[in-house]
């Protein structure tokens, strides 16, 4: 009986101890999710030629910092970025586009980059059309990376682009943080969706979407699911992963993103 008590009490262990790492996974995954760097950023200036500060205010009243670099095309590409980092990151790609004559608006969200507040899903969003609200150029393209991918979806249904560029995108959160997370129940636990895949075939614009077949955060398997979700041309670069140089500014996706501004531009 008493092997049988002590099998007991250790099988309530496990389960007390199961329990309140869930508990923590639930209170704290938003920490797991955002990993920003809040730390303020230089003047645009100083780190991108001819590039200007940006400010605006969300629909909850939150005043956002922004890049902007003037291009001397009609055409405007909106970054939204992956979950870690800020703006200063993204600096290489709107140096080469601004290079092929393209405007670029590098946005932080709310927590990154020394902006106020904390990020969620719908936060991002609201952050999204805020920026969005100050591109008066002709054409448009949105450029999402990771989980800017899928803020970039959903801005694209909120206000259709004349572009959308998706970077190493995933199908919904779910199936990335079961990626990083094999032994949990991720679906069961996350508050934030972000569901590209199913939402992405509604998008009523070109979509071009790019990702590395070296990728071991976002599997090709996920992006290529989102790819034939939206129909889109797709653009696969050999042997890169996630967080290579090839996937921020590197020829191949520099230049899907050149080639779509073309395109568009020459659309009546």
Avoid at 13 to 27: M, P, S, Y
Avoid at 32 to 47: G, K, M, S
Avoid at 164 to 178: H, K, M, Y
Wanted: aromatic letters at 6%; a positive charge.
């Amino acid at each position: 009986m008493g092997g049988v008590t002590t099998l007991a009490r250790t099988a309530l262990v496990v389960v007390a101890v199961l329990i309140l790492l869930v508990g923590l996974l639930w209170v704290f995954q938003r920490r797991l999710i955002y990993l920003p760097d809040r730390e303020p950023v230089p003047p645009a200036a100083a780190v991108l030629p001819g590039a200007r500060d940006l400010s605006f205010t969300t629909r909850d009243g939150l005043r956002l910092a922004a890049w902007y670099v003037p291009g001397r095309l009609d055409v405007t590409v909106l970054v939204t970025g992956g979950n870690a980092g800020n703006r200063s990151h993204r600096a290489p790609l709107a140096r080469a586009l601004a290079s092929y004559g393209l405007g670029v608006l590098l946005v932080d969200y709310r927590g990154y980059g020394g902006n106020p507040g904390s990020p969620t899903e719908e936060g991002l969003l609201l952050d999204a059309l805020a920026a969005r609200d100050q591109v008066r150029s002709r054409h448009v393209i949105y450029f999402g990376e990771s989980l800017g991918a899928a803020v970039a979806t959903r801005l694209a249904l909120e206000r259709p682009p004349g572009g959308l560029v998706l970077r190493s995108p995933f199908t919904d959160l779910a199936d990335a943080g079961q990626v990083a997370y094999p032994f949990l129940p991720v679906r069961l636990l996350l508050r934030d969706r972000f569901p590209v895949a199913r939402e992405v075939g509604r998008v009523r614009a070109p979509v071009v979407v790019v990702y590395g077949t070296g990728d071991t955060i976002v599997p090709p398997r996920l992006s290529r699911a989102v790819a034939e979700a939206a129909d889109a041309t797709t653009v696969e670069v050999a042997g890169a992963g996630h967080n290579d140089l090839a996937l921020l500014d590197g020829r191949e996706l520099v230049g899907a993103v050149v080639e779509l501004a073309d395109r568009i531009r020459r659309t009546p």
